[in-house]
């Protein structure tokens, strides 16, 4: 089972860019795809993007399209997300996942994530 733990989230202006990093440890990391998710108050957990093993190919979520980067570095066994314009509507806490399977590609949904960090707040002021 491989551990996640999220940093880099905080409080930042409307318009406004964070970087969000998710270290890995315990399997192999560079074997699994790779995702982002996030949930506001009150609402379910929800797809922002994902990244294939070897960081070839990428997806994302139509809100955060163009906003948005995912990338990882295998050999510091970390996946980032890196935020740009920032709007209120992205206001959540923040999860990266790790694929249950290796060699699989995420897709937009939770039920193949087999581990999950704890979190981290991100909040957009208006």
């Known amino acids: 089972q491989v551990q996640l733990v999220e940093s880099g989230g905080g409080l930042v202006q409307a318009g406004g860019s964070l970087r969000l990093s998710c270290a890995a440890s315990?399997?192999?990391?560079?074997?699994?795809?790779m995702g982002w998710f996030r949930q506001a108050p009150g609402k379910e957990r929800e797809f922002v993007a994902a990244?294939?093993?070897?960081?070839?190919?990428?997806n994302y979520a139509d809100s955060v399209k163009g906003r948005f980067t995912i990338s990882r570095d295998n050999t510091q066994n970390t996946v980032y997300l890196q935020m740009n314009s920032l709007e209120p509507e992205d206001t959540a806490v923040y999860y990266c996942?790790?694929?249950?399977?290796?060699?699989?590609?995420?897709?937009?949904?939770?039920?193949?994530?087999?581990?999950w960090g704890q979190g981290t707040q991100v909040t957009v002021s208006s």
């Open positions: 996942a790790a694929h249950a399977r290796p060699y699989t590609i995420m897709v937009p949904t939770t039920t193949d994530c087999g581990s």
């Open positions: 315990g399997r192999t990391f560079r074997l699994y795809s």
């Open positions: 990244i294939t093993w070897g960081g070839g190919s990428t």
